[in-house]
């Protein structure tokens, strides 16, 4: 089964450093949105408070999501994500809005796919990542201290979930899909299950990639793996991309961007945050677009990397200067492309 989307992405992966768009949320914040904001005229009467649920404004204010879109592509990335981190059912059911996660899928990469194309150009085409996050639950570690082997969450709960938001996804536009922010290993194992189930019943395959994060200095996943064993334990998935983000700023990301580039057989991706969370910066990170830039240009000089990008307290701004201090340097060169 061939990719029926982005099929030219592999061959753009070997020319040159492609880059991923920055932070969601921080954007978000910039609106200084309220609770109505969040609730529109359709969720007025919504039992519980609703601010903070991002994605649910792609539902409510789809102009804010769209104009975010636009603001990174203006910016220069390749590929943006839609809004929908935190859109499957296991996610929001927190807000009680569990039953709206397939529509969120859909009309978020609607979103996306729209902005995309106002930008794509012969030479610089732009793409779609279904942005598909770890949810608030894991599956390999106890909610309980006192009780090791407590779950709060199944593998099967996890894979239905993560199988209607792919749907949604899929059915909105999006060219490949980006199973990002892993702590759990186990997570990701039910997403990659349940999106080689939904290739399998549509018939139609995108290009997989995969990013987990390390949360600290031991250099290990919040399930324990370190960055070795991460890669040796999802590569079955024939990912096109694999990599590195949030969590950690760029330098502390390093040595273990280094680890993989040496062992993956795909491209190797790198999104950090804009350094060590600071509560009292505008961004509620450090860096300047100079410092993140200016890291990530060293990564691929030094040919580590095939994309990057920016996680969380990173702008457009960011992103624009991630875009121009990689321009014309040659990436990472893989052994070969799934």
Request: proline residues 5%; aromatic residues 8%.
């Given at each position: 089964?061939?990719?029926?989307?982005?099929q030219?992405l592999?061959?753009?992966?070997?020319?040159?450093i492609?880059?991923?768009d920055?932070a969601?949320g921080?954007?978000?914040q910039?609106?200084?949105l309220t609770?109505?904001?969040?609730?529109?005229?359709?969720?007025v009467?919504?039992?519980?408070?609703?601010?903070?649920?991002?994605?649910?404004?792609?539902?409510?204010r789809?102009?804010?999501?769209?104009?975010i879109?636009?603001?990174?592509?203006?910016?220069?990335?390749?590929?943006?994500?839609?809004?929908?981190?935190?859109?499957t059912?296991?996610a929001?059911?927190?807000y009680?809005?569990?039953?709206?996660a397939?529509e969120?899928?859909?009309?978020a990469a609607?979103?996306?796919?729209?902005?995309?194309?106002?930008?794509?150009?012969?030479?610089k085409?732009?793409?779609?990542a279904?942005?598909?996050g770890?949810t608030?639950k894991?599956?390999?570690?106890?909610?309980?201290?006192?009780?090791?082997?407590e779950?709060?969450?199944?593998?099967?709960q996890?894979r239905?979930?993560y199988y209607d938001?792919?749907?949604?996804?899929?059915?909105?536009?999006?060219?490949?899909?980006?199973?990002?922010?892993?702590?759990?290993?186990?997570?990701?194992?039910a997403?990659?299950?349940?999106?080689?189930?939904l290739?399998?019943?549509?018939g139609?395959?995108?290009?997989?990639m995969?990013?987990?994060?390390?949360?600290?200095?031991?250099?290990?996943?919040?399930?324990?793996?370190t960055?070795?064993a991460?890669?040796?334990?999802?590569?079955?998935?024939?990912?096109?991309?694999?990599?590195?983000n949030?969590?950690?700023?760029a330098?502390?990301?390093?040595?273990y961007?280094?680890e993989?580039?040496?062992i993956?057989?795909c491209a190797?991706s790198?999104y950090?945050?804009?350094?060590?969370?600071?509560?009292?910066?505008?961004?509620?990170?450090?860096?300047?677009?100079?410092?993140?830039?200016?890291?990530?240009?060293?990564?691929?000089?030094?040919?580590?990397v095939n994309?990057?990008?920016?996680?969380?307290?990173?702008?457009?701004?960011?992103?624009?200067?991630?875009?121009?201090?990689?321009?014309?340097?040659?990436?990472r060169a893989?052994?070969h492309?799934?």
């Amino acid at each position: 089964m061939q990719y029926t989307r982005a099929q030219n992405l592999p061959d753009i992966l070997k020319n040159r450093i492609i880059v991923l768009d920055g932070a969601m949320g921080t954007m978000i914040q910039r609106y200084k949105l309220t609770e109505a904001d969040y609730r529109g005229t359709r969720f007025v009467a919504h039992a519980i408070d609703v601010k903070g649920n991002n994605e649910l404004l792609t539902l409510t204010r789809p102009d804010v999501i769209s104009a975010i879109h636009g603001q990174y592509l203006e910016a220069g990335a390749d590929i943006i994500e839609t809004n929908t981190f935190g859109a499957t059912t296991v996610a929001q059911d927190d807000y009680e809005m569990g039953e709206l996660a397939y529509e969120m899928n859909v009309v978020a990469a609607q979103l996306a796919r729209a902005e995309c194309d106002k930008y794509s150009t012969p030479d610089k085409p732009r793409f779609v990542a279904g942005a598909i996050g770890p949810t608030p639950k894991t599956a390999s570690i106890s909610p309980n201290v006192n009780d090791p082997g407590e779950r709060n969450v199944t593998f099967e709960q996890l894979r239905q979930a993560y199988y209607d938001q792919a749907r949604g996804l899929m059915e909105g536009g999006a060219d490949v899909f980006l199973v990002e922010t892993i702590f759990d290993t186990l997570n990701a194992k039910a997403a990659l299950f349940a999106l080689e189930e939904l290739f399998e019943d549509t018939g139609e395959r995108l290009p997989v990639m995969i990013s987990g994060t390390v949360t600290d200095a031991s250099g290990r996943i919040l399930s324990g793996q370190t960055v070795e064993a991460f890669w040796y334990s999802l590569r079955h998935a024939k990912p096109i991309m694999f990599g590195l983000n949030c969590a950690l700023g760029a330098d502390l990301m390093r040595p273990y961007i280094a680890e993989l580039a040496k062992i993956c057989d795909c491209a190797i991706s790198c999104y950090p945050n804009a350094g060590l969370p600071n509560p009292m910066s505008d961004t509620g990170f450090d860096e300047t677009p100079e410092i993140t830039s200016g890291f990530l240009k060293e990564f691929s000089t030094a040919g580590l990397v095939n994309l990057v990008g920016g996680c969380c307290g990173t702008t457009p701004e960011h992103i624009k200067a991630i875009a121009d201090g990689v321009h014309g340097l040659a990436p990472r060169a893989m052994p070969h492309a799934h």
